[in-house]
């Protein structure tokens, strides 16, 4: 695709923003004084903005959700002709896309059985935990309500969702929360809270320490990233996964999976949580589902945590909630083209294969650079955290990171970082390039860093 070129007059399109928009994550008063970045164009790995500028995307449209890239004229196409020919109704009754959507995913989940539909990432978690309330009222005499989540994870930006949010500058200055979530320690063995061999063992046995200390009969889910994604791209230590497991079965607590993230391929399997070999309860997901197509997100259960709703005798029994936008079909017509891009473009394995890339100049980066501390990652999802000093482990300073962010954008690299999140450790690169990446796109994005971290740490 040829550059395009520069808007003539977009003033006005400047001035629209400036006195109409309210821009998520964004401190507007510079704003007062310069431009907000406009983005108009993407195509695979690159996006074009207002002036004319290319712009190779390493976070799949900012934040990790356009799987197989931009300008995919086949989705457009498959959400065209179903909307044109029924474009919503009430998630009350079915529709075609939604029947075949829900059976697609299902094909991918082994042991998973039901699809509920929403609109977003928050609003999926949101219903998950409206169930296990539900659940405990009919099933526990509403005594196994508390739901338990980890330290550094995120679950959505609504009350409910912070309620569980592992991320003390994200809930900043939002409470009061909603009583009834207790959390349990990460599991980032780099920032590790005990000297043991077994790490993943040991921050497992810490939900179950926490499990005991707030009584096994009152805990009704535990809600975890699979792959903690904002608070630092922290991938489980071996052997971590197989213990949570072992402890939610022993205490009868539902396993609650977030792939908001990890769903859909971002790890090279279709759900995060198959690389470990593990067995949710319920798993939520979102970004990836339609690649940022079409609005869609999902709640998906399996057939035990399904059937305690089913109750004809109780009027209140079934789970009484609606998602007004859960009902549009764009979202599965999207998610079903979306799926088939991705199998037949052998996508899976092409984030094994380039995800490997990406780990391996990663780790030459770190072997050149001493303000890299630690990477980790799993298929096109990975991090770099970055250190003021490597024995000590001291974080660098945001300003440092940012510093790294903007440079690469002015080389015509997005890459992102951890922002707003954990106090004192918002110091971790995040890259998240779509599926499609190749390995001349992965070599310039880890030189673009290179070049970085060359020129703000020396």
Known sequence: MN???????????????????????TQHKPLETTDPRVMVEGKGMRLWDAAGREHLDAVSGGVWTVNVGYGRESIGEAIRDQVTRLNFFAGSAGSIPGARFAETLIEKMPGMSRVYSVNSGSEANEKAFKMVRQIAHKHHGGKKHKILFRERDYHGSTIATMSAGGQPERNAQYGPYTPGFVQVPHCLEYRAQWDVEDYGQRAAD?????????????????????????????TPPRGYWERVQEICRKYDILLHLDEVVCGVGRTGTWFGYQQYGIKPDMVTMAKGVASGYAAIACLV????????????SDPMSLFRDISTFGGCTAGPAAALENMRIIEDEGLLENTQTMGARLMDNLRALEERHAAIGDVRGVGLFCGAELVADRESRAPAGEKMVQAVIADCMAQGVIIGATARAIPGFNNTLCLAPALIATADDIDAITDAIDGALTRVFG
Do not use: Q, Y
């Open 301 to 312: 259960t399996t057939e035990e945590v399904f059937d305690r709703f089913k109750d004809d």
């Open 3 to 25: 550059k395009l070129a520069p808007v003539n007059d977009f003033s006005a399109v400047l001035d629209a923003d400036r006195a109409h928009v309210w821009h998520h994550l």
């Open 206 to 234: 810490a939900i179950e320490e926490v499990i005991l200390r707030e009584g096994p009969e009152t805990v009704g889910a535990l809600c975890l990233e699979t792959v903690t994604a904002g608070g630092g791209v922290i």
